[in-house]
């Protein structure tokens, strides 16, 4: 009885590289799943703030427009590491791990990288003209940040 269950621990050891890698499967696809998830949360997020951001356009509540952006600001900046190697999924096109870390180079305006950077760029222009209280720059600036959207889903989504 004893040599038997000596025995079947063995089994058990001789089997467990193939069950830890049986896990570490399932773990890699639950993580693709997170990561996807978590960068389309924060699409849906950017849609929402952008969107109460163009309510306040008329209004001078500039300090609430500067924390709406700032919110914007850290869901972009997040939004950019959100294509690790590996976590290619449907609606995301190939062409954003072919070019989402080439060097910042002004003249490849194509690549994924330089759409997030104007992205980013923009909607800091956004909390600029609200710190100038400037409501021209302010609706300008808003219009630019928002051509970024349009933009990039034809160059970047499936
Ligand atoms: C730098 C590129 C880029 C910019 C700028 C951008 N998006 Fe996206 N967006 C994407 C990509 C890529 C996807 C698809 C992500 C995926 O499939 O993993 C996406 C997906 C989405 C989705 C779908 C999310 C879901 O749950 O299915 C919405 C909504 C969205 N974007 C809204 C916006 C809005 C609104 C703006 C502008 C305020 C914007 N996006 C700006 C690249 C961008």
């Not at 997170?34 to 008329?58: G, T, Y």
């Not at 850290?74 to 690790?84: G, Y």
């Not at 300008?140 to 933009?151: L, P, R, T, W, Y």
Request: some cysteine.
């Amino acid at each position: 009885m004893v040599t038997q269950f000596k025995i079947f621990l063995l089994i058990i050891a001789l089997l467990s590289p193939t069950v830890i890698f049986g896990h570490t499967v399932t773990l890699e696809d639950k993580s693709l799943e997170e990561i996807v998830n978590n960068r389309m949360a924060l699409m849906q997020k950017i849609k929402s703030i952008s969107s109460q951001i163009s309510k306040l356009l008329q209004s001078d509540d500039y300090n609430t427009i500067i924390e709406l952006n700032n919110t914007l600001l850290n869901s972009a900046k997040e939004f950019k590491e959100a294509f690790p190697e590996g976590s290619q999924y449907k609606t995301a096109s190939e062409a954003i791990w072919l070019t989402k870390d080439e060097p910042d180079n002004p003249d490849k305006v194509d690549t994924f990288l330089e759409f997030n950077n104007k992205f980013v760029s923009d909607i800091e222009m956004i909390s600029l003209s609200a710190e100038l209280e400037d409501n021209q720059m302010l609706n300008d600036a808003f219009k630019q940040m928002a051509a970024n959207c349009g933009a990039c889903h034809k160059k970047f989504r499936n």
